[in-house]
């Protein structure tokens, strides 16, 4: 079975905190994403990374970046954290291939104060 | 502009009241459409991904089918622990990348 890990469950941060949210998947999958989810709306993406070193932006990737420095893990960056980024944040993989379904971990709620 | 649009947004049934649930979408051309449950505070699971117009899959009481305009998530004799939000994602292609939009979901309650 695919596992996807993330680093909390929940998460209370201040007003222009510096945030890390980590990803972590065991199952050699070359692909990862981060989305945000908030009712009404759907997820949405954020970034995601095909490869190591390697990201590219989504839909709202504005205030938010990046790392992945190994194929496992991959992490979200909040550089200054804001209340307009308290959201349900959900990470994803995928192998590489034709078959496109996603795997998601658990979810961080952040809640910014 | 490549959407995704699900009905209703809630719905509830009495175990055993039958119902399906529908996701509408405009993309250029469909690669995937894919269903997923999610519980509270819990991340997405998988269910299904569907290719082609005509094409159904079934797990347990769920069976998904697809259309070339929508799909349907039809439930046959619900049970309490199917109460859970069902989300719809469409596999679309942006700046030559591949990714899923999702609907907002549909809120399924199933009562004793």
């Known amino acids: 079975d695919v596992k996807v890990t993330q680093s909390s469950r929940y998460l209370v941060k201040r007003t222009g905190e510096k945030v890390f949210l980590e990803c972590v998947q065991d199952?050699?999958?070359?692909?990862m994403f981060w989305y945000r989810q908030d009712p009404g709306l759907g997820l949405r993406l954020i970034y995601f990374?095909?490869?190591?070193?390697?990201?590219e932006k989504g839909d709202i990737p504005e205030g938010y970046s990046v790392s992945r420095e190994k194929k496992e893990r991959f992490s979200l960056i909040l550089e200054s954290a804001s209340t307009n980024q308290t959201s349900m944040y959900l990470c994803?993989?995928?192998?590489?291939?034709?078959?496109?379904?996603?795997?998601f971990g658990p979810g961080t709620r952040l809640t910014v104060t | 502009e490549d959407q995704v649009t699900q009905s209703p947004e809630a719905l509830r049934l009495q175990e055993g009241e039958s119902s399906s649930l529908n996701c509408s979408y405009t993309?250029?051309?469909?690669?995937?459409l894919f269903w997923y449950r999610q519980d509270p505070g819990k991340g997405p699971e998988f269910l299904f991904t569907?290719?082609?117009a005509g094409e159904e899959k079934e797990k347990e009481r769920l069976k998904a089918t697809l259309t070339k305009k929508e799909s349907f998530l039809h439930i046959t004799a619900p049970k309490p622990e199917d109460s859970a939000t069902y989300l719809c994602?469409?596999?679309?292609?942006?700046?030559?990348?591949?990714?899923?939009?999702f609907g907002a979901g549909t809120r399924l309650a199933v009562h004793p």
């Open positions: 569907l290719y082609s």
């Open positions: 990374s095909y490869d190591v070193k390697m990201k």
């Open positions: 994803a993989s995928r192998e590489q291939g034709p078959r496109y379904e996603q795997y």
């Open positions: 199952m050699d999958h070359e692909n």
């Open positions: 993309v250029s051309g469909l690669r995937g």
């Open positions: 994602a469409v596999q679309a292609v942006d700046g030559g990348y591949n990714k899923l939009i």
